[in-house]
């Protein structure tokens, strides 16, 4: 009986941290054509509010938003449709070596659980390698101090598919760089880097140093699919983590791509009205200390506070009968 009761006491203590509000979600997305155009259409932004608001931080690749009307009215939405938790953005300039066709990266997180601490555009110079990229990675370094790894920095690429073997290799001077900079290892890189089926040949991945270094970690495997359309099967899209301490801060088995198409009940039309790709995601393990604090705070107002206060006293009741149970 007495097993048994511990058993169900530590049950009780998973559900708390996962009632509690225990996710740290990081997300990167191709948005496939963001700008003016896809903005009026409705019921995309309502999808597409519905993806990220799921993260704290998410990163958006193929915003090309030449008008500058695109973002704002995202972030509107945003704002307007999540009670609980208020969204900003930063912004890379618009990048692309052709004046006809640049990209912007921008970092949509959650202000509640993560600020921006520092910002830092790739300049692209490095001797006997200048002009790398395409579209050279917009470096940003949050604090998130709900998180067990508190601060980290995010590198986004979307590789040119053209140059992918070289970029992708190019990302580890990138690497280098930052770590050199701002005396950290905690780095995790990710975007679409068109690195599976014709664009990155399994003869070239040899001379590529992101996948031959050993301190990374892949997380989004090989034979994953990212991409919406039925008739593709690629891992485009991926998470890469620098570190041991960092790897051992992710939750294990959560990196993965988030099929919008079937959770929404989407058709696959429907789906590539949005983007022909999805979004990958990966969840930082949280300090539990400040999740079973948060359980009780009065951060939350009006439906989401009574249903966290609930909650709480849910579990309070439950862990206090199996208390008396085990003093018998």
């Not at 990229?133 to 790894?149: D, G, L, M, N, Q």
């Not at 399994?202 to 495997?221: C, P």
């Not at 206060?309 to 208390?323: D, N, R, T």
């Amino acid at each position: 009986m007495r097993s048994s009761s511990l058993l169900l006491l530590s049950f009780l203590m998973g559900v708390r941290d996962v009632q509690g509000g225990s996710d740290f979600r990081v997300c990167a997305f191709n948005l496939q054509h963001f700008g003016d155009s896809k903005s009026k259409k409705s019921d995309v932004m309502e999808t597409l509010t519905r993806i990220i608001t799921r993260c704290d931080v998410c990163l958006l690749q193929e915003v090309r938003d030449s008008k500058g009307k695109a973002l704002p009215q995202l972030l509107t939405q945003l704002n307007s449709n999540d009670s609980v938790h208020k969204y900003d953005a930063v912004a890379s300039e618009r990048l692309g070596r052709s004046e006809s066709y640049q990209e912007q990266y921008v970092f949509v997180y959650r202000t509640d659980t993560v600020t921006v601490s520092g910002q830092y555009q790739y300049p692209d110079i490095r001797p006997g390698d200048v002009d790398a990229f395409s579209r050279e990675p917009f470096v940003v370094r949050f604090k998130a101090p709900r998180t067990t790894i508190k601060e980290f920095v995010l590198i986004p690429q979307h590789t040119t598919p053209t140059n992918t073997t070289k970029e992708l290799d190019a990302l580890y001077d990138v690497l280098q760089d930052v770590r050199k900079m701002w005396k950290t290892e905690n780095v995790i890189l990710l975007g679409d880097f068109n690195a599976d089926c014709g664009y990155l040949a399994k003869k070239n991945r040899k001379n590529v140093r992101l996948i031959t270094e050993k301190s990374l970690v892949w997380l989004i495997e090989d034979k994953t699919d990212t991409t919406v359309r039925s008739s593709t099967s690629c891992a485009y899209d991926r998470i890469v983590v620098h570190g041991e301490t960092f790897a051992r801060a992710i939750v294990p088995l959560s990196a993965k791509p988030f099929n919008f198409q079937s959770e929404y009940e989407l058709t696959e039309d429907q789906a590539l009205e949005v983007s022909d790709h999805y979004p990958v995601e990966v969840l930082l393990k949280v300090d539990k200390s400040r999740v079973f604090n948060g359980a009780t705070s009065l951060a939350l107002t009006g439906t989401n506070q009574k249903t966290s206060q609930l909650k709480f006293f849910s579990w309070f009741v439950l862990s206090h009968l199996v208390l008396q149970v085990l003093a018998r």
